[in-house]
């Protein structure tokens, strides 16, 4: 299994534009768009509470599980 990001769903759902939201958060557009694609490995939890809050949602509505293998280092870098 591995964790997918949901936060466009959850942006579409707002109405929100992203820029809106990393402006609102107080991180970069890169890093949220990073985020959004689910290019990052891990995320803060004080960055997670930021984006529930912005959004009026809870972590399980940005976070989801997919079935199958998850991807490790090894096979991401060959």
């Known amino acids: 299994m591995r964790i997918v990001v949901t936060l466009d769903v959850m942006l579409a759902r707002r109405k929100m534009k992203a820029k809106d939201l990393a402006e609102r958060i107080g991180i970069t557009e890169a890093n949220l768009s990073l985020l959004r694609t689910g290019k990052v490995k891990g995320v803060r939890f004080e ?32």
Request: charged share 35%; aromatic share 0%.
């Open 47 to 78: 960055t997670l509470a930021k984006l529930c809050e912005a959004l009026d949602c809870k972590p399980a509505d940005l976070l989801d599980l997919e079935a199958g293998e998850a991807s490790t280092d090894a096979e991401e870098s060959a």
